[in-house]
């Protein structure tokens, strides 16, 4: 029973931390029209500056820090580097993104090397509470701060005046600029948020399970099948889709059931994908895109 | 009698919780030229993006030669005869002119994936480019690339694409827009000519092409056909010049059929 | 025609000048990945799917290769020379059998579609491991099976050829291709996808034409390394494999052959010679590859032919002196900054490497503070002159055309 729970937990806790990465994701695949290929590459980067940062100021600070310094970082990229190709289209602008986390990637092997970090929360965190079963805390953790954080960016795009113009920039942008607003200050504001996400969710992953080089391949590939069966550019199907993604790996990796010769542990990470390719056989704009898109 | 070519049976769109459409009602007679005229924000883009298979109406029915096209898609209405140009030209910009044209072209010589081309099916492809090309004043352009003509260029080809890939309806939206005097002159003859025996339906706002070349003139505001008559009795209806100079607040809605 | 005598002249003449051997080795390597190369050049620069997902059916054309080749170890009648034929047939069914979902929708769906395809192969691929061989992979023995008296699978020289005529052939057919209507509508597809449509073809068809036809190809390439290297693991699905096909095709150039060419040598030599120069050269990679996408989408081998086919006439003249201070800032710039990148890389390797680093001259103390503030220095000096230069010479530009 206690081993049930802590796998829902699990699953709930990996499926908020998906939407933390797939809510930036998009966010900015709406705002900019372009797939963010280095946005796996500001989560990695989030928990490399985690450690860097809770070694010196301990882990509180770190957790606010490295997500802000991650969506500085971001934010000066959309600036620098993506303004001037937003001309030049899409394709341009995704190709750019490619090579940044081809580049990215190498400059954290260079600074931190090949191996996996030692780097855990603090002792606060770690084993389990005794209030609600045996739950680990850690994953409670995770929890508490993705959904504070989800809340917080709701009521930021819902109840305040540049939320509204960010949701008028991102099916309008032409007309809200006439209209007077900054839109490339948008887009910009838009690229650091998205990334201080990835950034948190960096954080929050990265001293709970592992930081090591190869988490952005691994969590990059998924966060976009979380975004083709949500639907594109839809946040609430973002939401379904990293809830079920999350659910789905983590239970079938916990409860190891036999499926013929092979266990549903050896499948775990194929899961995702096998549920990306029915989802497009069965309904192509994925579960809340529209259709035709 | 000649048939109805193209029928709008109760159209209603909606985008959102906006409505677009409110019940049209359109019959276009075969080989008849019908202008589609109306204010800004009318409807008359989207009644064309319905029409051409770019989306599917809330409601209604839309048929083409006796033939439902609900669940259609593009490529399937255009194998049965229609096709349309665009307000804003849609050109293959890195390909040359020539190409432009002759990717409908080679299309209806042969309409078949073929890969490996030689031969007297493309010699008879090109010599019906160049034919186009002298009829579009495109002959020097041929081999630039699409993106590098300028405007009036530009919308000579898009026109172009428009009347060579049709073989029984064309759609025309906004053919003349920022031409001179003397191009849309021209503009007019050409879709006089490749029309003949074609069923057309053009947007227009310029007056002077619509009275020259429409044999009927339909009213598109807000959504609705507020009257479908000949071009002359169209100036003169008092519905339609309210419409075009203030509000109507009471437009009673008229279906467009053919006597 | 000219262009394809010098190319069949270019193919003869290398392996005479790096002989037997090691060299021999590479050029073939290099035939292979061009091979790929070309196969994602057709995809991305006639048809504008960029693909994140291609590793697939290179492996897919691996492991085929693989099983073919084990049957005829096993007693089959199984010509080799058709190997990579066969494998890129049955890549290809694979292709056509993916390519409906992948190619419905271009842009970035087609992209995260084929990037979870890629990773889903990826996966499942040690899971069965009676088909893919496990961790260990599958061997083969490409001396077996039927000669048909022409082939020799143990002659160097005879591998050489097998792959410089499959990649002939096929640069061949996709120029054939290319000039079809089926190229045009390609091409078309790739321009305006929106448009294709209301002229006939539909748009869906003809891109997933174009990606069987691809798939095929990288199919061929796939058999052909698995020839080559006479094994293949399940680490030919690694989507990195798909992102360095992606790399170094639209590095060097996506819109002409001679970039596929270009590709499959930059591809063998980032694996093979430069890390030992430099053990930052995929940093030096990925950043010419952002730099390439932002300046010069053509790619290396486009910004060749540009360079090739200039107007002649304009005769050489001694360039401004802005402009050669522009130059000689950059190179300054781009000297200094490598040096630190250098620097920090043996840094990682202080106990093995030791602390001194020779460069362009220098000599630097890795464990003097001195000397990399004075690398940075001087690396931002060079760097604000480049760019004072620069805006010189825009201004001035500027204002000879106004």
Request: proline letters at 4%.
């Amino acid at each position: 029973m206690e081993f049930f729970f802590v796998s829902v937990l699990n699953g709930l806790s990996y499926g908020l931390l998906l939407f933390l990465l797939s809510a930036g994701l998009t966010l900015i695949l709406g705002i900019m029209g372009v797939l963010n290929f280095a946005h796996a590459s500001f989560y990695m980067l989030g928990a490399y500056l985690c450690y860097a940062l809770a070694q010196h100021w301990g882990f509180s600070a770190a957790l606010v820090l490295a997500p802000l310094l991650t969506g500085l970082l971001g934010a000066g990229f959309e600036h620098l580097v993506m303004r001037p190709l937003h001309r030049q289209g899409h394709v341009a602008e995704l190709l750019v993104t490619f090579g940044l986390s081809y580049v990215v990637l190498e400059l954290i092997q260079l600074l931190w090397g090949r191996a996996p970090l030692s780097f855990s929360l603090p002792q606060a965190l770690q084993g389990t509470s005794v209030w609600m079963l045996d739950l680990p805390v850690s994953r409670l953790f995770i929890m508490a701060v993705s959904l504070c954080v989800l809340v917080a960016l709701w009521w930021l795009l819902h109840r305040t005046r540049t939320g509204l113009v960010v949701q008028a920039a991102i099916t309008h942008p032409d007309m809200v600029q006439a209209l007077g607003h900054n839109v490339p200050a948008v887009r910009m504001l838009v690229f650091g948020v998205g990334s201080a996400l990835a950034g948190l969710a960096g954080v929050l992953a990265g001293s709970t399970f592992v930081t090591e080089p190869a988490m952005a391949g691994a969590m990059g590939a998924v966060v976009f099948v979380v975004v083709v069966v949500g639907g594109m550019g839809s946040l609430l199907g973002a939401f379904v889709a990293s809830l079920l993604v999350g659910m789905l790996q983590t239970l079938a990796l916990s409860w190891d059931l036999p499926l013929g010769s092979i266990s549903s542990a050896r499948l775990a990470p194929a899961l995702p994908f096998v549920l990306m390719v029915l989802m497009l056989i069965w309904r192509p704009q994925g579960l809340l895109g529209k259709q035709g898109d | 009698m000649s048939s109805c070519a193209l029928e709008l049976q109760g159209i209603h769109h909606r985008f959102g919780a906006t409505t677009v459409l409110a019940g049209v009602e359109l019959q276009v007679r075969e080989g008849e030229r019908l202008a589609l005229i109306g204010p800004n924000g009318a409807g008359k883009s989207t009644l064309f993006n319905l029409i051409s298979g770019e989306m599917q109406p809330s409601q209604g029915r839309i048929m083409l030669f006796e033939q439902s096209l609900s669940g259609w898609t593009t490529a399937q209405i255009h194998r049965a005869g229609l096709a349309r140009s665009f307000q804003i030209q849609r050109l293959f910009g890195g390909l040359t002119v020539s190409e432009n044209l002759a990717s409908g072209l080679l299309w209806q010589a042969q309409p078949a994936y073929r890969c490996c081309g030689r031969g007297e099916q493309q010699a008879h492809v090109q010599d019906q480019v160049r034919q186009w090309l002298a009829k579009l004043d495109l002959v020097a352009q041929a081999p630039l690339r699409a993106d590098q003509l300028n405007y009036a260029q530009q919308r000579r080809l898009e026109l172009g694409l428009a009347l060579s890939a049709a073989r029984r309806v064309v759609l025309l939206d906004e053919p003349t827009a920022g031409m001179s005097r003397a191009e849309a002159e021209q503009a007019v003859a050409l879709i006089r000519e490749h029309t003949q025996g074609k069923t057309l339906l053009l947007v227009e706002h310029d007056m002077e092409v619509v009275f020259d070349l429409a044999d009927r003139v339909a009213v598109l505001d807000q959504g609705r056909i507020l009257a479908c008559d000949s071009p002359a009795a169209v100036r003169a209806n008092p519905q339609v010049q309210q419409a075009y100079l203030g509000t109507s607040s009471f437009s009673k809605p008229t279906g467009c059929a053919h006597a | 025609m000219r262009r394809a005598l010098f190319l069949v002249l270019l193919l003869l003449l290398l392996p005479m000048w790096t002989g037997q051997g090691h060299g021999l080795s590479l050029l073939t390597q290099m035939g292979v990945a061009a091979m790929a190369c070309l196969s994602y050049q057709w995809l991305w620069g006639q048809g504008g799917m960029l693909s994140f997902g291609q590793a697939v059916y290179t492996g897919a054309g691996a492991y085929l290769a693989v099983h073919l080749m084990r049957m005829a170890d096993a007693g089959w009648p199984v010509p080799m020379v058709l190997v990579p034929l066969l494998a890129g047939l049955g890549t290809a069914f694979l292709a056509w059998a993916l390519g409906g979902i992948s190619t419905r929708r271009p842009g970035a769906a087609l992209a995260m579609i084929t990037l979870g395809l890629g990773e889903l192969a990826w996966a499942l691929a040690p899971v069965f491991p009676s088909v893919f061989g496990g961790e260990g992979g599958l061997s083969a023995d490409r001396t077996a099976g039927l000669s048909l008296g022409i082939w020799q699978g143990a002659n160097p020289w005879h591998l050489y050829a097998l792959v410089c005529v499959y990649l002939l052939l096929a640069l061949w057919g996709l120029g054939k291709v290319e000039h079809s209507p089926l190229g045009l509508y390609v091409r078309a597809v790739r321009e305006q996808a929106g448009r294709l449509a209301h002229v006939g073809p539909d748009p869906h068809r003809v891109r997933w034409t174009a990606f069987v036809l691809a798939g095929g190809i990288a199919g061929v390439a796939g058999g052909l390394s698995a020839m080559v290297f006479e094994i293949v693991t399940p680490e030919a699905f690694n989507p990195v494999r798909s992102g360095e096909l992606l790399l170094f095709t639209v590095l060097a150039g996506s819109r002409h052959w001679a970039g596929a060419l270009l590709g499959g040598a930059l591809t063998v030599l980032a694996h093979t010679t430069l890390p030992q120069w430099t053990p930052a050269s995929g940093l030096y990679l990925g950043v010419l590859f952002m730099v390439l996408v932002t300046r010069a989408p053509q790619g290396l081998a486009g910004l060749a032919l540009q360079w090739w086919r200039r107007e002649p006439g304009r005769s050489l003249t001694w360039p401004k002196p802005v402009a050669c201070l522009q130059a000689v800032a950059a190179l300054g710039a781009l000297g200094f900054a490598g040096g630190l990148v250098e620097m920090a890389y043996q840094y990682q390797q202080l106990s093995t490497a030791g602390s001194v680093m020779p460069w362009l001259g220098l000599t630097l103390k890795l464990d003097q503070p001195l000397h990399w503030m004075g690398m940075t220095l001087a690396a931002l000096v060079w760097a604000g002159v480049w760019a004072v230069s620069s805006t010189h010479r825009r201004h001035a530009t500027k204002e000879a055309q106004a």
